[in-house]
């Protein structure tokens, strides 16, 4: 199940800090290949152009700037007046590992109706509701009558629902979005208009970010976007490394086959979405379920000194795993420093971030963990899976991820990617563990 795309495929669906789904389950989180030498991930540059690549000064003049932000205001207007339109979005997304490749299906219909079908999960406005189907629990789904328009009322009752298309952006304009967030995504805030040109008979668009750079492609007959090539090279990612997207579009005006309808079948209406996965499957790459007993190891603290977690039954242990170098794991740690605080005089509750996959020589590695720790005024108990036998052994193959086990030794419940949410859900599984939840 791929639901990270509804947070703008990187949301992003790497969980980079510019854009994630703060709620359950989380996006999936940065990975990384195996570096041939040492066995352990390692993130590389992986030879992405720059869709900015070849632009003349002429292409990027006041003149150029102004006829793109026309092409931009014109593409609005095609898809707002469209009585009806529907798109199929192809999306190649360039990782450090690899590729990834996405189908994104849209249909929209006169007033708020539209499906969206990311094969793994629908997002349906129909009836003057909004619906979020996920594939998986296949006997749930969240609703929410619809205020305003049906994208401000999906945004209102998922956190956060961005596509990497332009097609709902334009359609359902959210209440103080600039236009060219629309073109740009959610993973790519803050981009400027700087160029266009004409190429293959298309009008093509620059925008430009601190982050990013994109080129979106409109036909200037329809006024329909056609390709966004974006590039993001955001903070806490390795020198060098890049993430890339090509989207193919191929949108049309002509009517539906059908009109746009919600069927809920044998689902049952949820009213949160921690209901909706309240007792579901743990996390995507994790090959431990929630009930089994949950791997345990003898690590190291930052002196050298051994800590057995196997050792530790009878208490509730969180343990979050992280590197330096993952962006989204800073933007965790300090809420799991938070949470560890709140934990602080219960001696039946440990709590541990446990650093894994640094990518650095073996001797530099507590070096690094004290640069962060500095950085970030963390004080929390740090320990060293040097050789990830205890992250492998739970499947993950990517960080950050948080596991908590019981005083039974079972596994509560297990976390990927950055959450905001992360206190109040380590709150709850914490108490439940304990037998003091009602």
């Given at each position: 199940m791929?639901?990270?795309?509804?947070?703008?495929?990187?949301?992003?669906?790497?969980?980079?800090?510019?854009?994630?789904?703060?709620q359950?389950?989380?996006?999936?989180?940065?990975r990384?290949?195996?570096?041939?030498?040492?066995g352990?991930?390692?993130?590389?540059?992986n030879?992405?152009?720059?869709p900015?690549?070849?632009?003349?000064?002429?292409?990027?003049?006041?003149?150029?700037?102004?006829?793109g932000?026309?092409?931009?205001?014109?593409?609005?207007?095609?898809?707002?007046?469209?009585?009806q339109?529907?798109?199929?979005?192809?999306?190649?997304?360039?990782?450090?590992?690899?590729?990834?490749?996405?189908?994104?299906?849209?249909?929209?219909?006169?007033?708020?109706?539209?499906?969206?079908?990311?094969?793994?999960?629908?997002?349906?406005c129909?009836?003057?509701?909004?619906?979020?189907?996920?594939?998986?629990?296949?006997?749930?789904?969240?609703?929410?009558?619809?205020?305003?328009?049906?994208?401000?009322?999906?945004?209102?009752?998922m956190?956060?629902?961005?596509?990497?298309?332009?097609?709902?952006?334009?359609?359902?304009?959210l209440?103080?979005?600039?236009?060219?967030?629309?073109?740009?995504?959610?993973?790519?805030?803050?981009?400027?208009?700087?160029?266009?040109?004409?190429a293959?008979?298309?009008?093509?668009?620059?925008?430009?970010?601190?982050?990013?750079?994109?080129v979106?492609?409109?036909?200037?007959?329809?006024?329909?976007?056609?390709?966004?090539?974006?590039?993001?090279?955001?903070?806490?990612l390795?020198?060098?490394?890049?993430?890339?997207?090509?989207?193919?579009?191929?949108?049309?005006?002509?009517?539906?086959?059908?009109?746009?309808?919600?069927?809920?079948?044998?689902?049952?209406?949820?009213?949160?979405?921690?209901e909706?996965?309240?007792?579901?499957?743990?996390?995507?790459?994790?090959?431990v379920a929630?009930?089994?007993?949950?791997?345990?190891?003898?690590?190291?603290?930052?002196?050298?000194?051994?800590?057995?977690?196997?050792?530790?039954?009878?208490?509730?242990?969180?343990?979050?795993?992280?590197?330096?170098?993952?962006?989204p794991?800073?933007?965790?740690?300090?809420l799991l420093?938070?949470?560890?605080d709140?934990?602080?005089?219960?001696?039946?509750?440990?709590?541990?971030?446990?650093?894994?996959?640094?990518?650095?020589?073996?001797?530099?590695?507590?070096?690094?963990?004290?640069?962060?720790?500095?950085?970030?005024k963390?004080?929390?108990p740090?320990?060293?899976?040097?050789?990830?036998?205890?992250?492998?052994q739970?499947?993950?193959?990517?960080?950050?991820?948080?596991i908590?086990?019981?005083?039974d030794?079972?596994?509560?419940?297990?976390?990927?990617?950055?959450?905001?949410?992360l206190?109040?859900?380590?709150?709850g599984?914490?108490?439940?563990a304990?037998?003091?939840?009602?």
């Amino acid at each position: 199940m791929r639901i990270a795309l509804i947070a703008c495929i990187a949301g992003l669906a790497l969980a980079l800090p510019a854009a994630t789904v703060a709620q359950s389950p989380a996006p999936s989180p940065l990975r990384g290949t195996v570096d041939a030498t040492t066995g352990q991930p390692s993130l590389k540059a992986n030879g992405l152009r720059a869709p900015s690549e070849g632009w003349t000064d002429a292409d990027r003049s006041a003149d150029a700037v102004a006829k793109g932000t026309a092409a931009l205001e014109s593409a609005a207007k095609a898809y707002r007046e469209a009585k009806q339109l529907s798109d199929r979005a192809e999306v190649k997304i360039h990782l450090p590992d690899g590729e990834q490749n996405e189908v994104i299906d849209m249909r929209f219909g006169e007033g708020n109706d539209f499906l969206v079908d990311l094969g793994s999960m629908q997002a349906v406005c129909a009836g003057g509701a909004v619906h979020f189907v996920p594939d998986q629990p296949e006997d749930r789904y969240l609703t929410r009558k619809v205020e305003g328009s049906g994208h401000a009322s999906m945004v209102a009752m998922m956190g956060a629902f961005s596509l990497p298309v332009p097609d709902l952006a334009l359609r359902q304009p959210l209440p103080g979005m600039k236009l060219v967030d629309a073109f740009a995504g959610a993973a790519s805030p803050g981009q400027e208009v700087k160029g266009s040109r004409t190429a293959g008979g298309r009008t093509e668009v620059l925008l430009v970010g601190r982050d990013s750079e994109s080129v979106v492609a409109i036909d200037p007959a329809s006024g329909f976007v056609r390709r966004v090539t974006t590039m993001l090279t955001p903070a806490g990612l390795p020198e060098g490394v890049k993430i890339g997207f090509e989207i193919s579009t191929n949108p049309s005006a002509a009517p539906l086959a059908a009109p746009i309808a919600f069927d809920a079948g044998k689902r049952r209406a949820v009213a949160s979405l921690e209901e909706m996965f309240a007792d579901t499957a743990p996390a995507p790459n994790a090959t431990v379920a929630a009930g089994a007993a949950a791997p345990v190891a003898v690590l190291t603290d930052l002196e050298g000194k051994p800590v057995d977690i196997g050792a530790m039954k009878g208490k509730v242990v969180v343990i979050d795993f992280w590197a330096s170098w993952c962006g989204p794991c800073r933007r965790g740690l300090p809420l799991l420093q938070q949470f560890a605080d709140e934990m602080k005089g219960n001696d039946k509750v440990a709590v541990f971030a446990v650093n894994v996959w640094e990518q650095c020589k073996p001797e530099e590695v507590v070096g690094k963990v004290r640069d962060t720790w500095d950085k970030l005024k963390l004080s929390l108990p740090v320990l060293l899976d040097r050789d990830a036998k205890l992250i492998s052994q739970y499947g993950f193959d990517g960080i950050p991820a948080t596991i908590v086990i019981g005083p039974d030794g079972q596994l509560v419940s297990s976390h990927m990617g950055f959450a905001q949410d992360l206190v109040a859900k380590l709150r709850g599984e914490v108490t439940k563990a304990l037998g003091t939840g009602k």
